[in-house]
């Protein structure tokens, strides 16, 4: 059968690339969903429309109206969201790991709407502050405002997320001001494609405000510069080569890298078994080991536990994997999906095997699992896999990012030494800490922020409502130092103004309030 | 005669690297005042030495205790600022450009000490915001804090100014928690370095919190990771190579940028002969070609006046630049000092002749001036050197710049031309508008401001006291985008909020609590 190729949305039209493209394999049951290829598509053409048309409309809307747009897309989307669903399942994900992705991204998008209608001025500049006086004659002053760049937004997605990481840097571009053209990872650009055609279709955004390219884009940084930002998700080899382009180095595009790391949880002392913090964890971490087969770039990947506890946790841990049902999404009791391609598990086959080598398996088997509704072989699925390691100087558990149903269980000594292990990441994006020992939390929290974008708190009084170590927050920010590729996204308003260019404005009181008013 | 080795002050110590060195000329003489080396000094023990006793010695004071001590500092600078005037006259420098390199360095480290004693807590963290909740019952919540890295500050600083350019790091890195090593550029690091001296003497600082490296930083780069942070100060390929090593690309060091750039001033259509903003404008143009012999990166390159105005501003301009004296710093009636060195003055001279290229030179001549008090060739004299072009469209002006008291006169048309010219710089630290046409002020203000760091309006009414268009203040952002870094420091405390980790705390309310105390 000839599968037809997967278009991009270009000068507000669907055009699709030459070529034989690149094969995606459905990751249930290997079949070819469809062929991906830019070849033949005139990317400059499109830069060019983004810079033009897709600017001056979004320039003619204030932030509320913007605001507007975004949330009619997202209703848009969230009405037609079961075809985004049904997608997702041909890339592993079940119905759990579909929510968090589609919903995910539905909802932040709604957050950024409302705080675009709520928190910005029916205007398209944002002035920042009061006047600061610069003489004593009040007759000179100055203060900041914000503006929105002459350029365009490109946002390099990972595979894992097509919906939300695309909202999720979407929104505040557009609230910005700036039209935006989204590069999605192959292995999932039909279901990102899918998303721009539904916001297409909704006709919610201004012409030129949202572009998209399946497949490669050569050159595409070679257009690209001072006034330009470019969003980044995935490996930390790609950040570093990409911020390695004179888009940045030399013309100083603006770069947000958010990259995958070895983020930690961390259990408390107090947690012993029988108190709801050990529990919690347990949970917690099979949730991160399962959720998405575990390719989520915030999952625990280092669980550290105290060193009299570590046999307890293992069992407990063990206990819960062995209710795992891996399988086709949607197939009788499954809980847990494919990983997105063959490759991507042979992939987490070799860093598993690495991380195996300091320590050992004690849970799963890398090269066997048992699925429903599905063939284990032809499909991408993968046993979740529990490392134990004790020797926990050695140094794979803390650099070895295996990105699948993967977690290395670690005991710990004294906080001192924890803090030690923890800092050995270089840099997470999530860490956690289970404990109701308030000063164990006090300790760890203030010892490991410095590493750390976000840290979140679990214990018998939060876990009701919290929404778990895995899960980015639009209001809060997201993205972490180091490996996890040093940059920031959501984190509420402050997304939108990362996007804007902050100009200090000096003079006369009065004439500063006539730029402004 | 053996000139002495400028020493580096490194691990709490003065330390004098091997090997002849590069020797540096007066400005004014062409005597070698020293010779500069950082051969043999082991770098690795001085990161090391600030990462262990910086900053635990740092760490130990709040914020409005580092505010003292850079206070105590800055005062010890103050008391002994002669020395530091009549080391910078060396370097060419006039008392008025030394006031503004030296006292301007001081004061922005006093306002520093301002906002640290009374903008922050009397903590080591600052809690951002207040929770917000992410859950009905109230249960879960999250906020932000932001705490000191586990790293250093390296500052890379440009030759112009060695005090401003230190301190104006120094003292948000300081506040911040960062110890910081200070690399001054070669043709002025004995002026960084008895500033630094002086620092010492005065034991304001905790041990560890300032080293200085005089001469070059081999494999210092490689020392540095996502916990640190680099400020640089300098021209753009020198940016573009720092910004593409492996410490930032791979590692996330936060980089900051600050680089020459094509600063504009726009006269208006308003502001004819007669009128004082005709004046205003031709006195700052004036300034900006002399002060510091033109070596400064916020220094006007590109005057943009009314098509119908530019044969009388030339000749305003050309009266008053031949009441510039230029001379030994010092000398009687001078009122323009030397170009730090005779390279530099070869570079300028190459530069000029191709902005004489694309138009004519109106005022000066790049081979010869008179000089008072000093050798006109064995000093690094240069005249003030006036280009008016009138082919707008020549790529030169907007690209070419000349370090120097070089700067470009053209004419503009309407509003809308004006604006694509402007734009044509690529990003610029800082632009002006000098105007008493409040339509004409906004219209070039708000097209401008994506493309400027800093704009400042000029007018009868602000002029007397206004700190004028090259002087960053210490309450503004300073940088610029694309040409200009894309980085942005001072701005207050803002420059403080940059130097520290911002994290996403969740959690129970009480528990958050708990944590920030």
Redesign the interface.
Known sequence: MNIARLPSYLEGVWRTGSGEGTPVADAVTGETVTRVTSEGLDLAAAVAYARRTGLAGLGELTFPQRAAAIKAAALALQERRQELYELSARAGATQRDAVVDVDGGIGTALVYASLGRKGLPEHT?IVEDDP?A????G??A?R??L?????ICLQINAFNFPVWGMLEKLAPALLAGLPTIVKPATPTAYIAAHAVRLIVESGALPPGAVQLVSGSVPGLLDLL???DHIGFTGS?AT??RL??D?A???????FN?EADSLNCSVLGPDAVPGRPEFELFADALVTEMTVKAGQKCTAIRRAFVPAGLIDAVCEAVQARLAKVVVGAPGADGVTMGALVGLAQRAEVRGAAGRLAAAGSIVYGDPRKVEVVGADAERGAFLSPLLVRVDDVARPEPHQVEAFGPVSTLMPYGDVSDLLDLV?RG??SLAGSVVSYD?DF??QV??GA???????????R??A????GHGIP?P????GG????????EE??LRAVYAHL????????P???D??I?
């Open positions: 500049l600061v610069l003489g004593k004659g007759t000179f100055g900041h405002i503006t929105t760049p002459h350029g510069g001072g006034q930390a950040a570093d911020r390695s004179p940045v180095t030399r013309r100083s595009a603006r890298a800092a270089a840099g308030r939390v006090r929290v203030l922020a410095a590493h750390h974008g976000r840290i979140l708190v679990l214990d009084d939060s009701a409502e919290s929404t927050m209001q809060l920010v997201h130092p180091g490996r996890a590729g040093g940059g920031q984190g509420g260019q902050r100009t200090a404005l000096q003079g006369g009065a004439t500063l006539s730029i008013r």
